[in-house]
C-alpha cells in the first residue's frame, strides 16, 4: 500500500492515496472501525463500475484516466472482514460524467477522500434475500457493568 497521507481528529479522517494505488483495497486497508465515506476527488484509470439490475452487477470498464469528481459510501464489517460500499462519479478528457457502483481502480497521481468516522456506531453487512450485504448501523454498548 502507498498510503501517502492520512490525518484524523476521531472524528473526521482525510486521506491522500499516490499513483498507482489500488483505491478498492486502500479503502478495505484503512484502520477504522467503520465510517461513512463523504468526499472524493482526483484521477483513475482501469476503473470498474457496478450497475446493480436486481440479481447481479452489470460492470462497466473505463481504462483510460477519469477524473474522479465525487465519492460517497460506506466502510463497514462483515463475518469475512472489512467491506467498502461505494458509488463514484467520475469525467472523461471530453466531460462526459458516468458514474456507479466502485468495483475497482487505480489512483492516477492522486485521490484525496474525506471520511467521517463514526464512533459509538458499529456498522455491520449482513448477507440478505437479495444478494446484497445490508447495512445494519447499531449503537455499540460499554462495556463495563
Known amino acids: 500500500m502507498i498510503l501517502v497521507i492520512q490525518a484524523t481528529n476521531g472524528r473526521e479522517a482525510v ?25 472524493g476527488i482526483g484521477v483513475v484509470r482501469s476503473l470498474r463500475l457496478g450497475f446493480w439490475n436486481g440479481t ?26 472489512r467491506v467498502v460500499h461505494c458509488h463514484v462519479s467520475v469525467a472523461s478528457h471530453d466531460g462526459f ?8 481502480a487505480t489512483v492516477v497521481n492522486t485521490a484525496e477522500i474525506g471520511l467521517l468516522l ?7 453487512r449482513c448477507a440478505e434475500p437479495t444478494g446484497l450485504s ?4 447499531s449503537a455499540e454498548r460499554d462495556a463495563g457493568p
Request: charged letters at 20%; aromatic letters at 2%; hydrophobic letters at 45%.
Open 15 to 39: 486521506v491522500r492515496l499516490a499513483d498507482g494505488e489500488d483505491l478498492m483495497g486502500a479503502l478495505q486497508a484503512m484502520a477504522v472501525d467503520g465510517a461513512v465515506i463523504v468526499s
Open 56 to 81: 447481479a452487477y452489470e460492470e462497466t470498464r473505463i481504462d483510460d484516466p477519469a477524473e474522479l469528481l465525487s465519492m460517497q459510501g460506506t466502510l463497514a464489517t462483515s463475518v469475512d472482514g
Open 97 to 104: 460524467a458516468r458514474g456507479g457502483h466502485l468495483l475497482g
Open 118 to 124: 463514526v464512533p459509538g456506531i458499529r456498522l455491520t
Open 134 to 137: 445490508g447495512l445494519v448501523p
